[in-house]
């Protein structure tokens, strides 16, 4: 683990034990301040990459994670398994960039006990952090409301998951799919699966055409 990731912030001695990861230093100290400000939270180790996550969750057992979906360029979601193994008691709050429902309708059916978008106000952070230690699940309302409008009936297009999304993004940014395999530690073979679904759920194969979708789903600027 790294500098910042390895060496435990020095906790007070009452509280819920919060481990925060994400690879932005400023985002971490912005989280560390937020928390450190109620005393109802304790932060005990702070990670920058999945691997150190990994770690810090198995060293410290925590009963909060504030979890980022990308660090270092590596996808967190396909680890939320492994880190509720290593620490059933762990609740997972996801917070990220990534608007797409796909994201966070994955995150959810994976284990995380709460999904929120980086431009929430601070109030709701504290919020969703109390709410999932108590054992609730959480979602920002605004993307409550677009995971409802977004789920399918019988007739409508099958939505993303969350993989596709990612493949998607990639595609669209220009990525063959020799990288992408490489990028989400996934064969070619899997990778080539996931173009094959996207074709067919949105009826789009040209990389104008996967730009395009990209950038209506918010994946791409």
Known sequence: MDACSSTPVRPNPQGIPVVLADDHLVVRAGMRLLLAQDPAFRIVAESSTVPDTLEAVR??????????LTMAGQSSLPMIPALLTVSP?????????QEDPAFAREALRTGAAGYLLKEAAAEELLAAAHQVA???TYVQPVLGARLAIDTPGPAEQEPLTAREAEVLSLLALGHTNQEIARRLYVSVRT???HRSRIR??????????LIAAARERGLVA
């Open 59 to 68: 060293q410290h057992r925590p009963r909060v994670l504030v979890l980022d």
């Open 89 to 97: 008691g762990t609740r997972i709050l996801v917070l990220t960039m």
């Open 134 to 136: 108590d054992g609730a």
């Open 191 to 193: 990778v080539e699966t």
């Open 200 to 209: 067919d759920k949105l009826g789009k194969d040209t990389r104008a055409e």
